[in-house]
């Protein structure tokens, strides 16, 4: 770092909220602290190609099956957000990890925060819908609720929908955050881009709370979900009969039911000797 930069002197960047001003002592630390977050931006940055190529061959496999069924649906949505995620989340912090204490794009931030946030909301609300097909299909398949793959599409516009809602606020809440700083007897103003430029409002409380709440909410549905899906799934190896019908995995377990009374009228059954069965048909 060149010691001999004034600290005094500034530039001034004009945004959409105020004035953002950064002295040329912290541009210049900012550039000679990037050396170490190279190793960071190098790890994230196969991240970003690893989901590229992974989430673009689901979304082209699946997109040429020729039957559509809700599986297909909900693995298809799911790509596609993971997938717009990695083109538009991650190269945003890696761009805000250079631009830490640096960061003059107030609209740039907005925009990247409510992304952020509407992405990762309706992933989120599209693996709960999941977890309750799931569970409709396997413990209550004479439902009403039963999806078909029309109504799965719904539900994942719906998912994001939701999504988009929960992430609108970000529009007012992110932004500039002004970091007073004191370097060489001299006050230095840094900007950051965060979620909630006034830490202290209590409309962003507020949302944070209704996040969690929706965040708890989701993982309660999806761990019942799942924990009824375990039991019935058990149940069913265990070959418990529901409605008339018995489930089998392997042929032990049939030849251990076979001397159970699970099928009576198989026990009385007689097998026919090869030679007699020819002569039958």
């Keep these: 770092m060149n010691s001999s930069l004034d600290s005094n002197s500034t530039i001034t960047t004009p945004d959409e909220v105020g004035t953002c001003r950064i002295s040329n002592w912290l541009i210049a630390k900012a550039e000679n602290d990037k050396q170490p977050l190279i190793s960071v931006i190098c790890a994230i940055g196969v991240l970003l190609l690893t989901g590229m190529i992974g989430n673009g061959l689901v979304i082209y496999v699946y997109s040429r099956k020729p039957k559509t069924t809700t599986n297909r649906i909900f693995i298809l949505a799911l790509a596609i957000l993971d997938l717009l995620s990695c083109t538009v989340v991650i190269p945003f912090e890696i761009y805000d990890l250079g631009h830490t204490f640096t ?3 107030t609209i740039l931030c907005k925009l990247a925060r409510f992304s952020e946030f509407m992405l990762i909301l309706g992933a989120g609300f599209t693996l709960v819908a ?3 097909d ?3 299909h396997l413990c209550r398949y004479k439902s009403r609720l039963l999806l078909t793959a029309s109504r799965a599409k719904k539900v994942c516009g719906f998912c994001v929908f939701l999504g988009l809602c929960f992430a609108v606020p970000l529009l007012s809440f992110a932004g500039l955050e002004k970091i007073p ?5 001299t006050n230095v103003t840094a900007c ?3 979620t909630f430029k006034d830490p202290n409002a209590k409309s962003g409380k507020i ?5 969690m709440s929706v ?8 761990l019942v979900s799942y924990c009824f899906i375990g039991a019935t799934l058990y149940g069913r190896r265990q070959g418990k009969t529901r409605n008339g019908l018995t ?13 159970t009374k699970a099928f009576p009228e198989m026990r009385k059954r007689k097998v026919l000797p090869l030679e007699s069965r020819r002569h039958l048909v």
């Design 103 to 105: 960061f003059t794009r």
């Design 130 to 132: 999941i977890s309750i």
């Design 134 to 136: 799931r569970y409709v």
């Design 181 to 185: 700083l004191y370097v060489n007897e």
């Design 192 to 194: 950051g881009c965060t």
């Design 207 to 211: 949302y944070t709370y209704l996040l």
């Design 215 to 222: 965040f708890l909410s989701a993982l309660i549905t999806m």
């Design 247 to 259: 489930f089998i995995t392997n042929t032990g377990e049939t030849k251990r039911l076979h001397k």
